[in-house]
């Protein structure tokens, strides 16, 4: 996919995040839904991938997923640096790491949608029963089967920004200017990712192996199992 086309997609979905962030702002009741959505989701991922979590090799790529990509906390800040640097991106990145940004944004705003649609569903209030029957009920297998391809894409793109030469070190320059030009929020979500996947030794393994186990826990929660978070 060319840089043009990588921009185009990338403004479409920073307005659909930003249409779902507005509309829960306007409704106190929903954005308290779906923080309680974003917390209980972070914490389930922190339960099932524990040893990902503990070892020193994958560690902070897992935290980065848990954080960056999942997070309970607001990406808002993130998503605004974006808005007003597209041109700037399109014309200094190279296509790997425009199709990286381009990943994470494509994920997060059909998380953001997905995470309404709980909302809506659950209030602020409710239980593992609860969430696990409102899944089903508020989202298809196919979104959430897309939302985990994203996830995949996203890691790929990762494992191929590390592959790139000197991009460590033009990232480490960037630092400065990119804290004068009031963007240090995207630039530090993007060395987190490279930095985390750079230190392990097979990213490629770390993200099939997150993305298989979310897909089998997606097949045992349409399938009614029980335990279905029990993917090892």
Do not use: W
Not at 32 to 61: C, F, G, I, M, N
Request: positive net charge.
């Amino acid at each position: 996919m060319n840089k043009d086309t990588l921009a185009k997609e990338l403004e479409s979905h920073l307005r659909a995040v930003a249409a779902e962030r507005e509309m829960a702002r306007r409704d106190p009741a929903l954005q308290a839904a779906r923080t309680a959505v974003k917390r209980y989701q972070s914490a389930r991922l922190a339960a099932t991938h524990p040893d990902l979590l503990a070892a020193p090799d994958t560690r902070e790529a897992a935290a980065f997923f848990l954080n960056d990509i999942y997070g309970a906390h607001d990406l808002g800040q993130r998503e605004a640096d974006l808005e007003r640097i597209v041109p700037s991106l399109q014309r200094l990145l190279p296509a790997e790491s425009l199709h990286t940004i381009t990943s994470a944004i494509a994920l997060d705003a059909l998380t953001e949608k997905l995470d309404t649609g709980l909302a809506r569903a659950l209030g602020a209030v409710f239980d593992e029963q609860a969430y696990l029957m409102a899944y089903r009920s508020a989202s298809a297998p196919e979104e959430r089967a897309r939302q985990l391809d994203l996830v995949q894409q996203l890691g790929d793109s990762l494992c191929t920004l590390v592959r790139i030469p000197l991009l460590s070190l033009t990232l480490s320059v960037m630092r400065g200017p990119a804290r004068l030009a009031g963007v240090s929020a995207l630039h530090q979500f993007l060395e987190r990712g490279f930095g985390s996947f750079k230190k392990m030794k097979k990213p490629a393994y770390f993200v099939d192996t997150i993305v298989g186990r979310e897909r089998r826990a997606m097949g045992h929660i349409y399938a009614g199992r029980k335990e279905p978070f029990d993917v090892f």
